[in-house]
């Protein structure tokens, strides 16, 4: 039988800012899921990434299922309810909706869900981010299944060395292309490497087209159409034979990379891998974080989590991470550590950019006026 694994998750209020989920609202949404249990649910596991709520569920319903995203959505709500009793920072931002629609897509939460037949060991690995946006996995999912410099077993193992499969979306133009690596894979790099429009979407393994890898990949700030934080991304991916195994899956972050999110939403800086006790931003609300939530799915249970990236072995990752977030720090307001324009749109920015609007003379005109005004004052000849 097939078992889904559906990770919904959703900012819906911060202590204090937007550092952290508290415990409190964790409950909340575990109680919603645990009175679901047997019925619509066979296990779930409830933990944040900085201010986002990460629900991680197992059940027979497939993807997109009305009752599941119901659940999740009640969940979200529950967790809202408190936030605003307590008076957190941004009580549901991220529920862009009154209502539930059939769907939490479109509605503001994020959505990573697959569907197999679970193997007779079936390892998986669930990340969780914050202060960043999907297209940070473009990089970590390309080291995990196109670079055999990360993954071995592209190398190694038969039933990879056929490739992977890539769905990637083009986020402004709401469309989606295969890409088959390694074949393809400058071609693959010549859209992914541009993390303004293009999101790895989900991995196939090419041998038999069974799912590997998904990302939530909601765009937070379009649905709601001006700045409500950014749309902190999930992913799932499925680890050892004939996927990378779960070492060559995390090798993907040892090395951080830089990404959008950060202070507002409108910073490049690393992303830093950490154990689920560190995931709280606060410098600067970050640097990005990501966690690494490692369970093997016996029957659809959720046995685990191994919170993997607590391993001492990420340690140099974690620091170097924080030399590059010094080093993004210090150019302040200035680019690159500053977005381009372009990728500021759903933030405040644009707001002050039109106050200034009128300020602007023509080139010409303004250097004339100026001349003029000086010989007036004599002090040109
Ligand atoms: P173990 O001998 O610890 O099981 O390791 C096997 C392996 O393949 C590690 O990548
Ligand atoms: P979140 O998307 O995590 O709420 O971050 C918003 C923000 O503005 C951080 O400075
Ligand atoms: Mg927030
Ligand atoms: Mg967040
Ligand atoms: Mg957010």
């Known amino acids: 039988e097939k078992v889904t694994l559906s990770v919904i998750k959703a900012d819906v209020g911060g202590l204090c800012g937007h550092t952290l989920a508290p415990e409190e609202l964790l409950d909340a949404a575990e109680y919603v899921l645990e009175n679901a249990l047997d019925e619509t649910l066979i296990d779930y596991y409830v933990t944040n990434c900085g201010d986002d709520i990460d629900m991680i569920m197992t059940h027979n319903k497939g993807t997109d299922n009305e009752e599941v995203h119901k659940l999740a959505w009640d969940a979200l709500e529950a967790a809202t309810e408190v936030a605003k009793e307590l008076k957190l920072y941004g009580a549901g931002q991220d529920l862009l909706s009154t209502s539930f629609s059939g769907n939490v897509k479109g509605l503001g939460p994020g959505c990573a869900e697959m569907e197999f037949v679970e193997r007779p060991s079936e390892p998986v690995v669930v990340f969780c981010c914050d202060k960043t946006d999907p297209a940070a996995f473009n990089l970590p999912f390309y080291r995990m299944f196109s670079d055999p410099f990360s993954t071995a077993g592209l190398v190694y193992d038969p039933s990879m060395t056929t ?209 003029d005004e000086i010989r007036e004052r004599g002090d040109m000849e």
């Not at 690596?181 to 999101?199: D, F, M, R």
């Open 163 to 371: 490739g992977f499969r890539y769905e990637v979306l083009d986020v402004m133009e709401h469309k989606r292309v295969f890409m088959d690596s390694p074949e393809e894979t400058y071609s693959l790099l010549a859209l992914i490497g541009n993390t303004e429009k293009y999101a790895v979407k989900r991995v196939y393994r090419r041998k038999d087209n069974e799912i590997a890898a998904v990302c939530s990949s909601e765009k937070l700030n379009m649905i709601a159409g001006e700045y409500v934080g950014k749309d902190d991304p999930v992913a799932i991916v499925r680890a050892q034979s004939g996927f990378p195994a779960v070492g060559e899956v995390l090798e993907g972050f040892a090395n951080p990379h830089l990404v959008a999110g950060w202070m507002r939403g409108c910073h490049f800086g690393p992303i830093m891998p950490v154990a689920e006790e560190d995931a709280m931003p606060a410098r600067f609300d970050g640097p990005a974080r990501v966690m690494a939530l490692g369970f093997q799915l016996s029957h659809g249970r959720l046995v685990g989590p191994n919170d993997l990236f607590a391993d001492k072995s990420f340690d140099k990752a974690r620091e170097k991470a924080l030399d590059m977030a010094e080093m993004m720090r210090s150019m302040g307001p200035f680019m690159p550590h500053r977005l381009p324009e372009s990728m500021m749109e759903y933030t405040s920015v644009p707001k002050v950019l039109a106050q200034l609007k009128d300020r602007f003379l023509e080139m010409d005109e303004g250097c004339e006026c100026k001349l």
